[in-house]
């Protein structure tokens, strides 16, 4: 008799775009704090501090983004771009922690 597939839950957080007057952020929300990435200048050590965060949270357990943004304009696609690229990433990084269990929480084993 065949064992039941295991289903697997990932959760979804938001982000959204912050269009301010001098800038345009990309803002991940999670748990009660937000990170935010500038879109419209170049800084590497923030961006670098975001995914310090994020692969944090992630030891905590998989997740991905979804943007909560209709404007359709530059910023949107870009973003939509960004966030579709971190998710595979995220989602790839997730499962090397998971191979070299660096993961905060408990994972069957039974797969």
Known sequence: MPLEKEVKYMET???FIKREETKTSLVFSI??????INLTEDKPIEVKNVFNELLLELKKGEF????DDDEGDL???ISTEYISQLNAELSSIYKELEDYELLEIQVDEDK
């Open 13 to 15: 957080k938001k982000a």
């Open 75 to 77: 910023f949107f696609h």
């Open 31 to 36: 748990g009660n704090k937000t990170l935010e």
């Open 64 to 67: 991905q983004f979804e943007l």
